[in-house]
Every structure is written in C-alpha cells, then in structure tokens.
C-alpha cells in the first residue's frame, strides 16, 4: 500500500511540476493543430483529406508529446540530482519509473484526442471504431513513452535528449505508413519500417478511422505489447547499470 502511495505522489508531483504548466497545455493544443492545418493545405483535397490525415497527426501528437516532455524531465531531474533522491526511496525500481513514465503516458493519450476534437467539426466520426482506436492510442502512448525513457536514461544533458529523440522520431514519421504506404517504399527500406513501434500503432489507426489496416490487429497490438516490455526493460537495465551505484 505504501509503495502505491509513493506512486500517486510522484505521479501527481510530475503532474504539477511539468505536464499541467500552461506551455505544455497550450503545447498540447498548438501542435496537434499546427500539423492539421499543414498537412491539410499540402493535401488540398478538401474535407475528405481530414479522414485520411487523422491517424497520422494523431500519431504524431502522441510521439512528440510524450517523448519530448519526458526525454527532458527525466534528464533534467538527473542533471540536478533530484533523481537520485527518488531512487532512494524504499519502493521498487520498476514501481518508481512506472510512476516517472505514468504522467507522459496520460499527456500524450490526452494530446492524442486534440485532433480527434478538430476532425469532429469537419467531417463524420460515426464509422470510427473506438474499440480499437482508444487501445490504439494507449499503446503508441505507452511506447513512445518508453521510448522517451530509453533516451533519457542513454544521455547526460538535456540537448543530447533532444537530439537523440530527433533521431528516432523523424525517420519514423517517414518509414512507418502514416502518410504513404509502406509498399511505396524503397525495397531495401521496407524491412526498417518493421523494426519501429510506431509502424504497428498507425496500421492499428488506419484500421480504426479508414478501415484500412494491412495486418492483423490483433498482430499490431501484440508487437506493439511486446515493445513496450522491451523498450521498459532495456531502460530498466540502464538505470541500474550508469545510475545506481
């Protein structure tokens, strides 16, 4: 019981401390709106684009909301040693960073809804299958999350968290479906789409909103479980390999 209590403290500090702070809420708001409207004045194809554009900006909502905030909490926190205070507290590791991780999971599955509100106004969302949609976000908001950790937990400063966040996040905008299928690919590009989490999430959207996923849902989420796990357990290892003495 003590350690759940621990839990919802940290959780709720975090909540205050960083992800309830006017910028990130407004942050929330600007992004998911921003690529909206991008993307829907390169497409000019009118209202009927919004459909096809959802599951891409919802994605990308959620990968930038949850790696960018917790890339930079995590590191800053260890660059000023709050961190270490946490790791001496009398509750498991695994517990602890579930914790640390639960407050970026919660913004980006909120964040991800941003669009969903938007598209609501312009086109019909009655065809939507929310039975997947939801777990759909939950998951890309779970690994893209951990994914966030394992940057967090590889680097030292701030910057190198945000460099190295780049150099996962853009290739996988490009490689994972979002915006044109895999199949149009170069052959020898194609099997890097597979390795990457966010591949499956945006099969899973594209299923949910356009009814058009190209594998197995059950396949999506089930590698998508399975990259959470591995993502979790290899920041785990870090963690007590370069933090814990």
């Known amino acids: 019981m003590k350690s759940w209590i621990a839990f919802w403290n940290i959780l709720a500090k975090d909540m205050r401390s960083y992800y309830l702070k006017p910028p990130n809420v407004s942050w929330g708001l600007i992004f998911p709106l921003a690529w909206t409207g991008m993307f829907f004045i390169r497409s000019g194809s009118g209202l009927d684009s919004v ?5 891409g900006v919802i994605a990308v909502s959620v ?3 949850t790696t960018s905030l917790l890339a930079v909490t995590v590191t ?28 970026a999971i919660l913004f980006g599955a909120v964040n991800a809804f941003v669009p969903v509100v938007l598209a609501a106004f312009l086109i019909n969302l009655a065809s939507v299958d929310w039975g997947i949609l939801i777990p759909a976000v939950v998951f890309i908001a779970i690994s893209s999350t951990f994914l966030g950790l394992f940057i967090a937990v590889s680097v030292s400063e701030v910057f190198e968290a945000q460099t190295f966040s780049n150099f996962f996040r853009f290739p996988m905008l490009f490689l994972c479906g979002l915006f044109f299928p895999i199949e149009q690919l170069p052959i020898w590009l194609r099997p890097l789409s597979y390795v990457l989490p966010l591949t499956y999430g945006a099969d899973a959207l594209h299923g949910s909103i ?24 290899v920041s785990l290892r870090n963690i007590r390999k370069k933090w814990i003495v």
């Open 63 to 65: 990968l930038f909301g």
């Open 76 to 103: 800053f926190e260890k660059k000023g040693r709050s961190f270490e205070r946490l790791l001496l507290a009398p509750i498991p590791l695994e517990l602890l960073m579930l914790a640390k991780t639960a407050g």
């Open 51 to 55: 459909a096809g554009l959802l599951p």
């Open 210 to 233: 356009r009814h058009a996923a190209t594998m197995p849902l059950p396949l999506d989420f089930a590698l998508l479980a399975a990259f959470c796990v591995v993502l979790f357990a």
